[in-house]
């Protein structure tokens, strides 16, 4: 089944403590793309990805790290997370971009206390 | 730039009455146009989308969307609401390819028995 994985679906976790969600697809998409979802916020971009070791910044990047060394991977790294990281965050990925349409992850209710 | 409106936070329907779900969006250039799901606990699925071509798009589950450059707009209808089509959506505009995707802040639909 096509589909992105992420994990873990729900952290709680205190301030300042390193941590990585993890997000895995199976469809040999290129691209690749953290949002966070706030309530009356919407969907914000935090990173994109167009490539294995192409990564560029999208509207929230700050206190965010990515990677991409393999196509199927591409982890969130909070170095340092703080209570106004207490979000929901998808993962997504898209042949082309996401003008064709992503596929979603089912998402990362994290919780910075 | 590129922006998304939708009108109407919450949006109330007596279930098998029209559901009609308003986008308005602004794009400096022929926009590609999207409604994506969120089901509760879920991520988001795609319903439909407006690449070129013709200007009435048939999505998933009974759903279409209109695209109409005069008004800048595509609403989002379906005949007859049922109970399972409860959910958020979000509308969503991108300039084509590797280009940005930008959401609005979404819309709850409760459908009333």
């Known amino acids: 089944e096509a589909q992105v994985t992420q994990n873990p679906r729900y952290l709680i976790t205190v301030t300042g403590k390193k941590l990585t969600v993890t997000c895995s697809q199976n469809?040999?998409?290129?691209?690749m793309s953290w949002y966070r979802q706030d309530p009356g916020l919407g969907l914000r971009q935090i990173y994109y990805s167009m490539n294995v070791e192409v990564t560029d910044k999208g509207d929230v990047p700050e206190g965010y790290k990515v990677s991409r060394k393999e196509k199927r991977n591409f982890p969130l790294i909070l170095e340092s997370p703080s209570p106004n990281q207490t979000s929901l965050y998808f993962c997504a990925s898209s042949q082309t971009g996401g003008a064709y349409g992503y596929t979603f992850g089912s998402g990362t209710r994290l919780t910075v206390v | 730039a590129q922006s998304v409106t939708q009108l109407g936070s919450h949006v109330s329907v007596s279930e098998g009455a029209l559901v009609l779900l308003r986008c308005n969006y602004s794009?400096?250039?022929?926009?590609?146009l999207f409604w994506y799901v969120q089901y509760p606990n879920q991520g988001l699925q795609l319903l439909l989308k407006y690449t070129t071509g013709a200007t009435l798009v048939k999505g998933i589950n009974g759903f279409e969307a209109e695209f109409k450059k005069s008004e800048t707009s595509f609403h989002l209808t379906k005949p007859s609401a049922h109970m399972s089509d409860a959910a958020e959506y979000f509308c969503?505009?991108?300039?084509?390819?590797?280009?940005?995707?930008?959401f609005g802040t979404g819309t709850k639909l409760q459908v009333i028995p």
């Open positions: 469809m040999n998409h290129e691209y």
């Open positions: 794009s400096s250039v022929p926009p590609y």
């Open positions: 969503a505009v991108s300039s084509g390819g590797y280009q940005k995707v930008t």
